[in-house]
């Protein structure tokens, strides 16, 4: 069983921690067995805003963690505890896989794991992020970078994203989607995805895009093309080009190749399927070109992944598959109260409604 650790001190956000909380520290065992083996690691009971928290171990216990999430520092103008820092820094000089939402890349960076390498925070902090530790690499235009031991995520909601990339690493993008379908949030948005856009929220159901997806994706097998999206949507190429920025951060034919990508994993994990016979299902054509695409963008050829990430004997994914668009993709979720995913969408769209 994998050992996850969240680091908890005082200046610490709760949004984030709580994200952490949700998708590790919860039994989802229903889902995938075994889950995670989930602990808080702190120097004593701690204040989070309004919440006080008890953890389970010291900072030390974090050195016995295969993975170690530090959530968002609420105070960056000053330094994080130093013994918060040693305790980042021995973890993943231990082994362990660090990670870092929001402004947590501050805490990495004060141990010396981000020195050198390309990280990420909330895109009103990226500036000093840049200035207070030069030897790393800021980039204020993405959702998350993955390092391979070190990760960090942009602010807010980007947390959710790279958490899930980590189920998705550790359990493969079915087990990873059903998260998602059960959090009521994309299943799948890439790390390069912009971190916002300066167009205004669509209020749900309201945007150029909303049918145009699940179009799509009901047709990954066929070879569609800029022209058959524009055509679709009602609009010319250029208009579909600067929709597909706005809303998605990214192209229309990087967007579609993702979403061919992401069936083709679930296939490879769910099915006996040849990657022949997948290749077809997707829409890539051949298996040649599916494994210089999927290559490219997964680090490893299909066959290679098939054999870390399938799904393993007893394990529940639910069902459909719930390829992630980067915003709602109309797959509908059970009945269910409102969760936390859904509460901010809600608050988003009554701000939008009153401006």
Same mark, same amino acid.
């Given at each position: 069983?994998?050992?996850?650790?969240?680091a908890?001190t $005082?200046?610490?956000?709760?949004?984030?921690?709580?994200?952490?909380?949700?998708?590790?520290?919860?039994d989802l065992?229903?889902?995938?067995? %075994?889950?995670?083996?989930?602990a808080?690691?702190?120097?004593?009971?701690?204040?989070?805003?309004?919440?006080h928290?008890?953890?389970?171990?010291?900072?030390?216990?974090?050195r016995q963690?295969?993975?170690?999430?530090?959530?968002?520092?609420?105070d960056?103008?000053?330094?994080?505890?130093?013994?918060?820092?040693?305790?980042?820094?021995?973890?993943?000089?231990?082994?362990?896989?660090?990670?870092?939402?929001?402004?947590?890349?501050?805490v990495?960076?004060?141990?010396?794991?981000l020195d050198g390498?390309?990280?990420?925070?909330?895109?009103?902090?990226?500036d000093e992020?840049?200035?207070?530790?030069? =030897?790393?690499?800021v980039d204020?235009?993405?959702l998350?970078?993955?390092n391979?031991?070190v990760?960090?995520s942009?602010?807010?909601?980007a947390?959710?994203?790279?958490?899930?990339h980590l189920v998705r690493?550790d359990h493969g993008?079915?087990?990873?989607?059903?998260?998602?379908?059960?959090?009521?949030?994309?299943?799948?948005?890439?790390?390069?995805?912009?971190q916002?856009v300066?167009t205004?929220?669509?209020t749900p159901?309201?945007?150029?895009?909303a049918?145009?997806f699940?179009?799509?994706?009901q047709?990954? $097998?066929?070879?569609?093309?800029?022209e058959d999206?524009?055509?679709?949507?009602g609009?010319?190429s250029r208009h579909?080009?600067?929709?597909f920025?706005?809303?998605?951060?990214?192209?229309?034919l990087?967007?579609?190749?993702?979403?061919?990508?992401r069936?083709?994993?679930?296939?490879?994990?769910?099915t006996?399927?040849?990657?022949d016979t997948?290749?077809?299902?997707?829409?890539m054509?051949?298996a040649?070109?599916?494994r210089?695409?999927?290559a490219r963008?997964?680090g490893?050829?299909?066959?290679?992944? =098939?054999?870390t990430?399938?799904?393993?004997a007893?394990?529940?994914?639910?069902a459909?598959?719930g390829?992630?668009?980067?915003i709602?993709?109309g797959?509908? %979720?059970?009945p269910?109260?409102?969760?936390?995913?859904?509460?901010?969408?809600?608050?988003?769209?009554a701000?939008v409604?009153?401006?």
């Amino acid at each position: 069983m994998t050992t996850v650790a969240l680091a908890i001190t $005082d200046g610490m956000l709760h949004f984030e921690l709580s994200l952490a909380i949700e998708v590790f520290g919860s039994d989802l065992t229903h889902i995938v067995d %075994p889950w995670y083996d989930f602990a808080l690691c702190g120097p004593s009971a701690v204040r989070v805003d309004r919440f006080h928290l008890v953890p389970d171990h010291g900072l030390d216990q974090l050195r016995q963690a295969d993975t170690v999430i530090v959530p968002g520092w609420a105070d960056v103008d000053r330094d994080p505890p130093a013994e918060l820092v040693d305790a980042v820094r021995a973890a993943h000089e231990a082994g362990a896989r660090v990670a870092s939402l929001c402004t947590g890349a501050f805490v990495l960076a004060a141990a010396g794991l981000l020195d050198g390498r390309r990280a990420t925070t909330h895109w009103a902090h990226t500036d000093e992020l840049t200035r207070r530790h030069p =030897r790393v690499t800021v980039d204020p235009d993405v959702l998350y970078v993955d390092n391979g031991s070190v990760l960090t995520s942009a602010g807010k909601a980007a947390a959710m994203d790279l958490c899930l990339h980590l189920v998705r690493l550790d359990h493969g993008s079915a087990v990873a989607n059903t998260i998602a379908r059960r959090l009521v949030v994309p299943p799948h948005r890439d790390g390069g995805q912009a971190q916002f856009v300066t167009t205004p929220v669509p209020t749900p159901g309201n945007h150029p895009l909303a049918r145009l997806f699940p179009w799509v994706l009901q047709r990954l $097998d066929q070879a569609l093309t800029v022209e058959d999206l524009a055509r679709q949507a009602g609009m010319s190429s250029r208009h579909l080009g600067r929709h597909f920025r706005s809303v998605t951060g990214t192209t229309p034919l990087q967007w579609l190749l993702t979403q061919r990508i992401r069936h083709a994993q679930e296939l490879l994990e769910t099915t006996d399927d040849t990657v022949d016979t997948i290749a077809t299902a997707t829409g890539m054509g051949t298996a040649t070109t599916l494994r210089r695409h999927f290559a490219r963008t997964v680090g490893v050829p299909p066959d290679t992944y =098939r054999r870390t990430f399938r799904t393993r004997a007893g394990t529940r994914t639910g069902a459909g598959t719930g390829i992630g668009t980067g915003i709602g993709t109309g797959i509908r %979720p059970a009945p269910a109260l409102p969760n936390a995913a859904a509460a901010i969408d809600l608050a988003v769209g009554a701000l939008v409604g009153r401006s």
